[in-house]
């Protein structure tokens, strides 16, 4: 398998009313109707995705629940402990050891760590607001992701208006 595709996918926006955590902070109401529409999105414009790896945070894993519930056949999940609050050389870490068999990947995650990594990928800077996805081409195996390997294909927030 020669060509890989990773998607970074900020989670949506989250509610800062209460007093809980970070790790629990739960989605706001906009963060509600802006997930599902990054869902619909990705079901319609991605072939396949082959594995999810979510931050464990409250935000994030409820950001691809609903966004999961728009595809026919979601993928895998895994949460992994490495996504929170995570540094571009941290999420670099977790992609390197993603499995060989997954050509597609999602990662659910947190800025500033996203538009880090987004930027040490592609070689340029690019915001990644709530709900905000990237779907970025690399050549190889995960293990050979660096500075500047990837290609932006895709980036920004779904719009507002999706067919269904």
């Not at 398998?1 to 996918?9: D, G």
């Not at 319609?44 to 594995?51: E, Y």
């Not at 340029?124 to 293990?143: E, F």
């Amino acid at each position: 398998m020669s060509e890989r595709t990773l998607i970074l996918f900020r989670h949506a926006k989250s509610d800062w009313s209460g007093q809980e955590p970070d790790i629990d902070r739960p989605l706001a109401e906009r963060g509600r109707r802006q997930a599902p529409r990054a869902g619909l999105w990705l079901a319609h414009n991605i072939d396949r995705i082959d594995l999810a790896v979510v931050s464990p945070s409250n935000r994030t894993r409820s950001t691809w629940k609903l966004a999961a519930a728009e595809f026919d056949s979601p993928p895998p999940v895994r949460t992994d402990e490495g996504v929170y609050a995570a540094s571009a050389s941290q999420l670099l870490g977790v992609v390197r050891a993603l499995p060989d068999d997954a050509a597609t990947v999602v990662l659910v995650g947190h800025n500033p760590g996203l538009e880090d990594f987004l930027s040490f990928l592609i070689g340029k800077r690019i915001s990644m607001p709530t709900s905000a996805i990237a779907v970025i081409g690399l050549d190889g195996s995960w293990s050979n992701a660096g500075p500047s390997t990837g290609t932006l294909r895709a980036s920004g927030r779904p719009p507002a208006k999706l067919p269904r």
